[in-house]
């Protein structure tokens, strides 16, 4: 504590005030609520400090630094981190993606066998093709669009092209 830090200043007292370098690189104490979260302050190897923000169950939720002119900055994590790698190697697919699918596959099972195979299997395709950009971008891609647009363009196909063309093959024996 210095003379230029009164006790109980208000925020607004704080805000209004002109700080000097040397003031906001000053070594302060951050007292949290009980059972709250805490703020540790570390020394990485290159010697620089490092300030740990941790939750009330102690996992690290940012890393803070700062820099010469007392600026505070955030640090990002790399990929190569484990629990970045814990995050991205998670899929997540929303459960509107599934009734989207069940309702194309529902009405295609209502015309015929042949339609809802065709569905299903291009319904699949899509969503392995989806998997396949996600791992190729790298970032959270939508997964009905790919799957809906094939599934509803072979039924469309199906219903109107294959099936016609099944039943007269059935129609007319074709022997070899």
Sequence with gaps: ??????????????????YTTQQLCMEVEAIFP??????????????ET?????????????????????????????EG??????????????????IFYSVLVSNAVSYSFTTFAACMLVI???????L???AVYQHALPALPISIFL????????????EPWIHAVFENPFYV
Excluded: H, M
């Design 132 to 134: 396949v950009l996600l």
């Design 50 to 78: 490092r300030y740990v923000v941790k939750n009330r169950q102690g996992e690290v939720r940012k890393i803070l630094f700062v820099n010469q002119e007392g600026r505070v900055f955030e640090e990002r994590r790399r």
């Design 1 to 18: 504590r210095s003379e230029a830090w009164p006790d109980n200043p208000s925020p607004n007292e704080l805000l209004a005030r002109q």
């Design 81 to 98: 981190d484990e629990e970045d790698e814990k995050e991205s190697n998670n899929i997540k697919l929303g459960l509107g993606d599934f």
């Design 34 to 47: 009980r059972r709250g979260g805490r703020i540790d302050r570390e020394v990485n190897g290159n010697g």
């Design 124 to 130: 699949l395709g899509g969503l392995g093709s989806t």
């Design 151 to 162: 599934g509803v363009i072979f039924f469309l196909l199906t219903r109107l092209w294959i």
